[in-house]
């Protein structure tokens, strides 16, 4: 890809940590300023893991992995197992700006 989105509307937040979280790992709210990983929908994706803390990128371009890839232009994302899904049924629709098929990864705005 020659273009970069990297940067665009980035906003994230601390939270509290509920089990285990990796970077990179859609995540939802849980209790009061907690977080754990996703199932199903989804608020954002960790960025950072520290102490029983971990950063969440609510907003912006990010870059997920994926079991079911996506199609670039709107498409319907579900979390599941670490990863985002297609999920035509019961997703939200996100903006996928980009999809890269060898390294099972996708860029969207959240």
């Known amino acids: ?50 102490n029983g803390f971990v950063t969440v990128q609510l907003s912006g371009y990010a870059r997920a992995s994926y079991t079911t890839a996506p199609s670039v232009g709107f498409s319907k994302l579900s979390a599941a197992s670490g990863k985002l899904n297609l999920d035509v049924s019961n997703g939200v629709e996100y903006l996928v700006l980009d999809v890269d098929t060898t390294a099972k990864t996708f860029g969207f705005i959240l």
């Not at 970069?4 to 939802?28: H, R, S, W, Y």
């Open 1 to 50: 890809m020659n273009v970069c989105f990297n940067g665009f509307g980035e906003n994230v937040l601390t939270f509290e940590k509920q089990g285990t979280i990796a970077a990179g790992d859609p995540v939802m709210v849980c209790g009061n300023g907690i977080v754990q990983k996703a199932t199903g929908r989804f608020c954002g994706i960790c960025t950072a893991v520290r």
